[in-house]
């Protein structure tokens, strides 16, 4: 076979090659459509990028956890003692109720408020104080709906203390018993002195929750405002209003209190300008 054969069998088996050999295909039409070079380049990440942030962040990490730890230590064994105390008073309690010593009529809501208000404490802050600061309290986001509720426990047990003291009257004694004792006991009994400690003792747990509390939000390790800000420190002070508002709530409240105080303070210089016209005229006048 001869080569002209063989390049009429070669054009024959691929269109493409003899579009081209015969000048279909254009050079000028390839460029108008563009080319492979003109196109974005989709380049992510790198590895090598990701790895150094990861231990960055790990790094943030152990260092923040290092420094709550170290904050959060007495607190923690403050707020152990308090709810320790608490089931104490439980036990006395019923072992008080037990024996038949029940408080009167007048003041029993207000022991049932106070003894259920201990309850609901222990309960709720056991998971914070049992593990820690890095246990699943904290890493749910459910310590600042427990501080708030141990907050509102504490209002009831106080409020049922003040009535405590405007309702309660002291017991009559019993026939020929003359003693301190028997004098002191009817007028603070036990169930008298379960309510001063339980009140003592909620206070203490609250502020031992609130010093965790404050000292996760400063450290970033706990409700970051940005993800960004995980495990840094923060440099803006904690509010306590954030015991019972969402930080985003006090945010806003400082921004209207910034804009009322900004309008005030243009108002106050609008006036003084015109008052500053107004003497300048009379002096013109004068003059």
């Not at 020929?176 to 004792?181: A, E």
């Amino acid at each position: 076979m001869t080569e002209s054969a063989y390049s009429r069998v070669a054009q024959t088996a691929n269109p493409i090659t003899k579009t081209v050999e015969l000048g279909l295909v254009d050079d000028e039409d390839v460029e108008s459509e563009g080319s492979a070079k003109n196109l974005p380049r989709l380049v992510g990440e790198l590895p090598s990028d990701r790895q150094a942030r990861r231990r960055a962040l790990e790094s943030r990490l152990r260092i923040a956890h290092a420094k709550v730890a170290a904050l959060t230590q007495r607190p923690l064994v403050h707020g152990r003692c308090s709810i320790l105390g608490l089931c104490v008073l439980a036990m006395i309690r019923s072992a008080a109720a037990y024996q038949g010593n029940i408080p009167g009529y007048s003041v029993y809501a207000m022991h049932f408020l106070t003894t259920s208000s201990d309850m609901i404490c222990v309960l709720c802050s056991l998971p914070l104080f049992a593990l820690g600061t890095r246990g699943l309290c904290v890493q749910k986001g459910c310590l600042g709906p427990m501080l708030t509720l141990v907050f509102a426990m504490s209002l009831v047990d106080l409020s049922a203390f003040g009535a405590y003291m405007l309702v309660a009257t002291p017991r009559p004694l019993a026939p020929g018993s003359r003693s301190m004792v028997d004098v002191l006991e009817a007028m603070v009994g036990v169930w008298e002195w379960a309510l001063l400690a339980s009140v003592s003792l909620q206070l203490a747990l609250c502020v031992s929750c609130w010093r965790i509390y404050r000292a996760l939000r400063m450290a970033g390790l706990y409700a970051p405002e940005k993800p960004s800000d995980v495990a840094r420190d923060r440099q803006k002070e904690i509010s306590v209003l954030e015991i019972v508002c969402e930080a985003e709530d006090i945010e806003s409240l400082e921004q209207c209190d910034l804009a009322c105080c900004t309008a005030d303070a243009k108002a106050l210089l609008a006036d003084e300008v015109v008052v500053s016209q107004d003497g300048s005229r009379e002096a013109v006048k004068r003059s």
